[in-house]
């Protein structure tokens, strides 16, 4: 991999950190404990309560998202970042600047989700 594009790599993945690092403290606020005397009704503590649920989901996939980018940041100047970790090829540059924290190629990738 050209230096220049491990640049411009880190610059992404950290750049990917500090946008899922906010999201993350949004989502915790999101997931607070729902008072009990809320009293917005029950229809709209139920709501709440699924809101909730949903947004801890959220919490937990951007925690992941957050730890994995993190990783990536640490392996950014390994000469082997940018390999896929289950085939062995090259991760297509374009593919590493979306999905900074993706381990694998689009291919293998699928066949994991698949
Ligand atoms: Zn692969």
């Known amino acids: ?23 993350v403290k949004a989502l915790h606020e999101l997931s607070k404990p729902i008072a009990p005397d809320n009293a917005v009704g029950r ?5 709440a309560i699924s809101t909730k649920g949903i947004n801890e ?9 957050l730890a994995r980018l993190q ?11 940018g390999i ?13 600047l979306l999905m900074p924290e993706s381990t694998m190629c689009v291919q293998c990738a699928e066949e994991q989700e698949g």
């Open 43 to 47: 229809l709209s503590r139920m709501e």
């Open 71 to 81: 990783h990536a940041l640490t392996q950014v100047d390994d000469p082997d970042f």
């Open 1 to 23: 991999m050209e230096d220049i594009d491990r640049a411009k790599i880190k610059k992404r993945i950290e750049a990917e950190i500090e946008e899922t690092s906010a999201k």
């Open 84 to 96: 896929c970790f289950e085939c062995g090829e090259q991760i297509p540059i374009g593919r590493i």
């Open 57 to 65: 989901a959220a919490l937990s996939n951007a925690k992941r998202k």
